[in-house]
């Protein structure tokens, strides 16, 4: 049974903009800290952005200013919006829980632990080229 669904992925180019959403399926969020993570070609999965159930939010630095988190209400979908694209950005992004966006930036690393993404979505593809 699909835990959550994610859409809003595509081709653009360098500087454009896409919208990426996350809707519960099988899964409630509740209280449920989520956030996006991404996987290119050859990299490791890592973490992108978090939104805590109290509202606080977490960036990787290098798409602080660019994408911005956020949640609907009633909690049932997560969005990313993502402007001034760029190369680096193309990977597969999965939305799925995460550790509260006050803890992360105390972590060692952001890169996905094993399992973190089994189990919960297909992903999107966001392609963006120069």
């Known amino acids: 049974e699909v835990q959550l669904v994610e859409s809003g992925g595509g081709s653009v180019q360098a500087g454009g903009s896409l919208r990426l959403s996350c809707t519960a399926g099988?899964?409630?969020?509740?209280?449920?800290?989520m956030g996006w993570y991404r996987q290119a070609p050859g990299n490791a999965c890592e973490l992108v952005s978090a939104?805590?159930?109290?509202?606080?939010?977490y960036y990787k630095d290098s798409v602080k200013g660019r994408f911005t988190i956020s949640q609907a209400n009633p909690k049932n979908t997560v969005y990313l919006q993502m402007n001034s694209l760029k190369p680096e950005d193309t990977a597969v992004y999965y939305c799925?829980?995460?550790?509260?966006?006050?803890?992360?930036?105390?972590?060692?690393?952001?890169?996905?632990?094993?399992?973190?993404?089994?189990?919960w979505g297909q992903g999107t593809q966001v392609t963006v080229s120069s």
């Open positions: 099988a899964f409630k969020f509740h209280d449920t800290d």
């Open positions: 799925a829980p995460t550790p509260h966006p006050a803890h992360i930036p105390t972590m060692s690393t952001d890169a996905c632990k094993p399992g973190t993404l089994d189990g």
């Open positions: 939104i805590g159930s109290d509202g606080s939010t």
